[in-house]
């Protein structure tokens, strides 16, 4: 399997393109039809203080659909290590990820297509934030709010794509998320997919009605 690596803001040594040969052994156990991996190492600096930090972004290239991971940490050795147990993770579910047709009336199955997958911006939290978190203190990033709340709400909006349920999931497993939007290609219902204890999954659809306003003008 080729080995690509690009450094944005900050040098690729010896050292670390040695230590990614040795990491990228276990994806290659995992992955064995993979033709290339593609690793993207970038340096992120702050003017206000804040510790500077690398993030590191794998993408393995092969027959198939992309399968993508990330992490961010202060040092780009710790940040290869966390995405590389990411991306190792997510080709286990994807190995190990049975369908039952049985339990399936429709006969319906996994089919995995190709193509780049879009729309998705997603950006781990720093082991700084995790540590912070779990030990009830505050995460650096906000120390400098006025006021911190533990609630952020961010709001994404992405293009609805239509979908079955087990198209979803097949998505949801390849992203590394606990759950999947998506328009039901059966039902034309929004959804979402959710993964629930060991490899059982869940199905939550909004049957979409006209609101009380709408039908009293009608």
Same mark, same amino acid.
């Given at each position: 399997m080729e080995t690509s690596i690009v450094g944005v803001g900050v040098s690729?040594?010896?050292?670390f393109r040695s230590v990614v040969e040795e990491k990228v052994v276990r994806i290659e156990q995992l992955a064995s039809r993979a033709q290339r991996i593609d690793i993207k190492v970038t340096h992120r600096?702050?003017?206000?203080?804040?510790?500077?930090?690398?993030?590191?972004?794998?993408?393995?290239?092969?027959?198939?659909?992309?399968?993508?991971?990330?992490?961010?940490d202060g040092d780009k050795f710790a940040a290869l290590d966390f995405a590389v147990d990411k991306m190792c993770e997510q080709l286990r579910r994807l190995k190990g990820k049975r369908v039952d047709a049985r339990n399936h009336p429709r006969g319906a199955h996994f089919e995995k297509g190709s193509?780049?997958?879009? *729309?998705? +911006?997603?950006?781990?939290? $720093?082991? @700084? #934030?995790?540590?912070a978190v779990e030990n009830g203190e505050t995460p650096p990033s906000q120390k400098e709010e006025e006021e911190y709340t533990p609630v952020v709400i961010r709001v994404k909006s992405f293009d609805a794509e239509w979908m079955t349920a087990e198209e979803a999931v097949d998505r949801m497993e390849l992203v590394g998320h606990d759950f999947?939007?998506?328009?039901?290609a059966?039902?034309?219902?929004?959804?979402v997919v959710y993964?629930?204890? *060991?490899? +059982?999954?869940?199905?939550? $659809?909004? @049957? #979409?009605q006209a609101p009380p306003e709408a039908a009293l003008a009608s």
């Open positions: 690729v040594t010896d050292r600096a702050y003017r206000n203080g804040r510790v500077p930090d690398d993030i590191v972004e794998l993408t393995l290239v092969g027959k198939g659909p992309l399968v993508r991971a990330e992490a961010t193509g780049e997958l879009e *729309g998705i +911006d997603v950006e781990p939290a $720093s082991i @700084e #934030t995790i540590r999947f939007l998506f328009v039901d059966r039902t034309d219902h929004p959804s993964r629930r204890k *060991g490899w +059982d999954y869940g199905v939550i $659809s909004l @049957e #979409t």
